[in-house]
Structure formats: structure tokens, C-alpha cells
């Protein structure tokens, strides 16, 4: 099977512009979820999409938002964005979310100029 | 207060030698505790999952959770370079809740 792949790999934007990140899971996994990570952070939560639904929310701005197609298949988007959105954003994919392992992408570098 | 805490390290130490990584947590409805892997320019990879107290063995590696003083270990024995990497720590609450990570603690083994 094919692992969780990210795209892009890299993108560099400036100061208010918006991007959106795409994340296609593991097949068969309805589960997504989304992280932010920095140096000084570490990995923070953003969402969790099933089945097209948010379950679960982390503490980040109404700026940062999600949504789940049919496929799975997740978009994250940020809009307005802020130097202090510079940062790795991860997805991970499982079954279901409850209780198993968390299959990681490689993540989007993002550079806020 | 950040949920789970860990030491960023650096951490090095010369390979063969046991090595022991260590988180706190403030969240005491914390049941489910894994140990995640992050080899540089990658996403993190499960090591261990463990349930409420107690430890859990897997090769080289044992992971111990003591719920009493919200204290999570991983022991590497044996350690090899390729052991290189940042260890997340990370719990949940329960089996279907967000999964929260620890910073991150760098390991170096020198060969």
C-alpha cells in the first residue's frame, strides 16, 4: 500500500496571502488528522476529520480550517497567513482514529516571507 | 503549561549504551501513551503504544508508564546510529481523542 503523501513538499508564501495543503491518506483510512509543528512548539494539534466530519479540534485561529472529501482525502487551508505560520504541517491517517497507530506523511514545509 | 513535556536534549551518547528518555504530563485523564520516532525531513513513527500504567517490552525497547506521577519512560538497549533521531512522546485520553506530542527529544548515538 501506499504511505500518506502530502503535496507540495515545500512552498514559500508572503505575509496575507492563503494557501491550501492537500494530504491523501493510506487506502482504506477514513481517519485524518493535521499537526503543526516548529522548533519551539513541537507538534501541535489542529483537527481530525472522519468520514468527511471534524471530530476532534485543537486550539489554533479560526484562520486554520479543514475539510474531508468522500475519498478521504483532506485539505488543510490557512488563510491570512502570519510569519509565525512558518512551520512543518503534518498528516497522519488511520483506520479509524480510535486506538491505532497514526500513519504520518513526510509533511508541507511552509515558509511565511 | 504544555500537556506533555519533554527535555529537548541534545542527547549523545556512544552506541551500545542503554538509553533512557523521559516525559511528564499535567493531564491525569491521560490513558493511552505512545512513543513516536522522527528521523529528520520525515513524519514520526509509532514505536510504542501502551495502556494506563504499567511497562511493555519490544525488541531493544520498553516503554513504562507510572500514572502516579504522570511519568513516561522509553529505554533503548543496545543502542545502535541508526537510533539517531528526535523520540516524541505523546497521550490521549481515550482511544478515539487527539493524540498530544511531547516537544521532541534529540538522540545522537556515536558509533
Known amino acids: 500500500k501506499a504511505g500518506v503523501t502530502q503535496t507540495p513538499r515545500y512552498l514559500i508564501k508572503t505575509r496575507g496571502q492563503q494557501v491550501t495543503l492537500s494530504c491523501s491518506p493510506i487506502?482504506?483510512?477514513?481517519?485524518v488528522s493535521w499537526y503543526q509543528q516548529t522548533p519551539g512548539q513541537g507538534l501541535q494539534f489542529l483537527f481530525e476529520y472522519f468520514s468527511e466530519t471534524q471530530r476532534n479540534k485543537g486550539n489554533f485561529p479560526g484562520r486554520f480550517s479543514g475539510r474531508q472529501f468522500s475519498n478521504s482525502r483532506s485539505e488543510m487551508n490557512v488563510s491570512t497567513l502570519e510569519l509565525g505560520d512558518s512551520a512543518l504541517y503534518l498528516c497522519?491517517?488511520?483506520?479509524?482514529?480510535?486506538?491505532?497507530?497514526?500513519?504520518f506523511g513526510s509533511g508541507t514545509q511552509l515558509s511565511v516571507l | 503549561q504544555k500537556e506533555v513535556e519533554q527535555d529537548p536534549g541534545p542527547l549523545s551518547v556512544p552506541e551500545g549504551a542503554i538509553v533512557s528518555l523521559n516525559c511528564t504530563y499535567s493531564n491525569s485523564a491521560f490513558q493511552y501513551f505512545m512513543w513516536y520516532r522522527q528521523y529528520s525531513r520525515k513524519g514520526p513513527d509509532l514505536l510504542m503504544y501502551?495502556?494506563?500504567?504499567g511497562n511493555k517490552e519490544d525488541g531493544r525497547f520498553t516503554a513504562q508508564v507510572d500514572k502516579s506521577s504522570k511519568y513516561i519512560s522509553l529505554f533503548i538497549r543496545d543502542s545502535q546510529p541508526s537510533d539517531s533521531a528526535t523520540y516524541l512522546c505523546a497521550g490521549r485520553k481515550t482511544s478515539y481523542d487527539k493524540v498530544i506530542f511531547g516537544p521532541g527529544t534529540s538522540l545522537s548515538v556515536i558509533p
Open positions: 487506502s482504506g483510512h477514513r481517519s
Open positions: 501502551t495502556y494506563s500504567s
Open positions: 497522519a491517517s488511520s483506520e479509524t482514529g480510535g486506538g491505532e497507530k497514526l500513519f
